[in-house]
């Protein structure tokens, strides 16, 4: 992969997959994160997959749409086997785990907030764990899970900065992440527009309203 698309402007390489793992890796460097390389790799997998929209989205007979947490919680409850009640809990920690990482903004547009999509992410995982504990597919994935539902706040600040990477291209979304900075004086901001050439006015003794190149 070239230094262009390693610094998140352009996607050149069809393996979205090494794109990820390289996203992943640096994001969990910077925000200080630990995570177990399976763990890594399952959240790798995880972003692929829904690069789908088949993979994300589910028809409900007129249109495509990404099930509530609350009706993925409702099959887990009235699942048949262990199995069925396992797919949905994972499909909810999943669905979780993406959206409050990649659209926690929208969310705050809506009912249900990003820490509610973060507690029903966290207890899915969490229920996953446990439920496959000394299963032989437990032997895999139980640690993953365990890990996932922990760290649950921690990867989602991972995969935002992941998104942020990855969009932050255009001088509108520049100026939404100043805006960020200017209102509620967040370091994140402040590091992320650091990275990408920008001292805002306030941290170098410039007057506030002006960039500082």
Not at 38 to 54: D, G, K, P, S
Not at 109 to 127: N, P
Not at 134 to 148: A, M, N, P, R, S
Request: proline share 2%; with cysteine; aromatic share 8%.
């Amino acid at each position: 992969m070239d230094d262009q698309s390693r610094s998140g402007q352009v996607i050149t390489s069809t393996d979205l997959r090494e794109f990820f793992q390289h996203s992943i890796d640096d994001a969990l460097n910077r925000q200080g994160v630990d995570a177990a390389v399976e763990t890594t790799y399952y959240i790798v997998n995880l972003l692929t997959a829904f690069q789908r929209a088949e993979r994300l989205y589910e028809s409900n007979g007129e249109r495509l749409e990404i099930r509530p947490l609350a009706m993925l919680y409702a099959d887990a409850l009235v699942g048949r086997t262990i199995e069925e009640r396992n797919r949905s809990m994972q499909r909810m920690g999943d669905i979780a785990l993406f959206i409050s990482g990649v659209f926690a903004e929208s969310l705050s547009r809506k009912l249900v907030d990003v820490d509610y999509y973060i507690a029903m992410g966290s207890t899915a995982y969490g229920h996953l764990s446990e439920s496959m504990r000394g299963t032989q597919q437990g032997e895999t994935f139980c640690d993953i899970f365990e890990e996932l539902s922990r760290k649950f706040t921690d990867f989602v600040d991972v995969l935002s900065r992941v998104h942020e990477n990855g969009a932050l291209s255009r001088p509108a979304d520049i100026l939404r992440l100043y805006e960020v900075w200017l209102r509620t004086g967040s370091k994140r901001a402040l590091e992320r527009l650091r990275e990408l050439g920008i001292e805002p006015s306030g941290t170098s003794g410039t007057a506030p309203g002006h960039f500082a190149h």
